[in-house]
């Protein structure tokens, strides 16, 4: 049986082509630099911090997004009014029919892409080599930066959220997000995660790490995460040499920048800097 982190971080990754944090509220910025584990990613330094230049390339708006696991999320309005603090409210009702069920909503999302990257693989390969680099860390290289967002994650059957929130505000196609202007949970049971943020979140991202590659295969193209399954030698960096070649003489492999995809990040486990190999 999946896991609530496993089924999140899948169901971004299959519907938006990006990375996505457990915890949701995971905030995230254009060159951190950090160790990615068990769906998660945790920041140890910045690109700035270790003296590594990048640089930025141009923002583009794309459309707002709206997900919710199919056939287990309900969002109902209640129209009846009354009176609150901060004028007439309205109550949303949010349900779940199975545990780790979804709604993700963010509207005025920006993609924040790291322009260059072919220079910041030379810079961190320079960087590498004079042990000032991992080939464990990895390094954020875009973002997907929203405007208000709701992002509610089921731990169990029957989980519900509910708010009172502004009259007249629920009747847009984003019908939580767009309703966090002035926002009261009143009650809430069953919820793994729950983010609602109407000054927007960071909740998407593209990763890269150094790989090895041994030297005289050809070099590795920053690929699509739809070629995951495709050439694993060459996107994990084998340590097995063709034509007898030793991948453990450093003299025979090269170091290349590649993209993480969802299944390296399921697939490793919780890493301490504490564990790490001697070769760096």
């Known amino acids: 049986m999946k896991?609530?982190?496993?089924?999140?971080?899948?169901?971004?990754?299959?519907?938006?082509g990006y990375l996505a944090c457990w915890l949701p509220?995971?905030?995230?910025?254009?060159?951190?630099?950090g160790l990615a584990s068990e769906h998660g990613f945790r920041k140890v330094s910045t690109l700035d911090e270790m003296g590594i230049a990048f640089t930025r390339g141009a923002k583009s708006k794309i459309v707002d997004l709206d997900y919710s696991s199919a056939d287990c999320v309900a969002v109902a309005a209640d129209n009846r009014l009354e009176v609150a603090p901060a004028g007439?409210?309205?109550h949303l009702t949010i349900t779940f029919d199975q545990g780790g069920a979804t709604l993700f909503q963010a509207s005025d999302c920006v993609q924040e892409p790291m322009g260059n990257l072919l220079a910041l693989q030379?810079?961190?390969?320079?960087?590498?080599?004079?042990g000032t680099w991992r080939r464990e860390y990895v390094v954020v290289t875009e973002v997907v930066r929203t405007g208000p967002t709701a992002i509610l994650v089921s731990e169990q059957q029957g989980a519900r959220i509910d708010l009172r929130?502004?009259?007249?505000?629920?009747?847009?196609?984003?019908a939580v997000a767009g309703a966090l202007g002035r926002y009261?949970?009143?009650?809430?049971?069953?919820?793994?995660?729950?983010?609602?943020?109407?000054?927007?979140?960071?909740?998407?991202?593209?990763?890269v790490q150094l790989r090895r590659r041994l030297v005289g295969q050809p070099e590795l193209v920053l690929r699509s995460d739809d070629d995951e399954d495709e050439d694993e030698m060459s996107n994990r960096g084998s340590d097995v040499a063709e034509g007898g070649a030793s991948a453990d003489d450093p003299s025979e492999w090269e170091l290349d920048l590649t993209r993480l995809t969802w299944s390296d990040v399921a697939s490793w486990q919780r890493f301490d800097l504490h564990d790490a190999r001697t070769d760096r």
């Open 122 to 130: 030379a810079a961190l390969r320079e960087h590498y080599r004079n």
């Open 165 to 174: 929130v502004s009259a007249g505000v629920t009747g847009g196609p984003l």
């Open 184 to 207: 009261t949970v009143t009650s809430k049971s069953g919820i793994a995660a729950s983010v609602l943020a109407p000054e927007g979140a960071t909740p998407l991202f593209q990763a």
């Open 88 to 90: 007439l409210a309205t």
């Open 25 to 33: 509220s995971t905030p995230l910025a254009l060159g951190d630099v």
């Open 3 to 16: 896991s609530i982190p496993e089924r999140y971080t899948r169901e971004m990754h299959t519907r938006y």
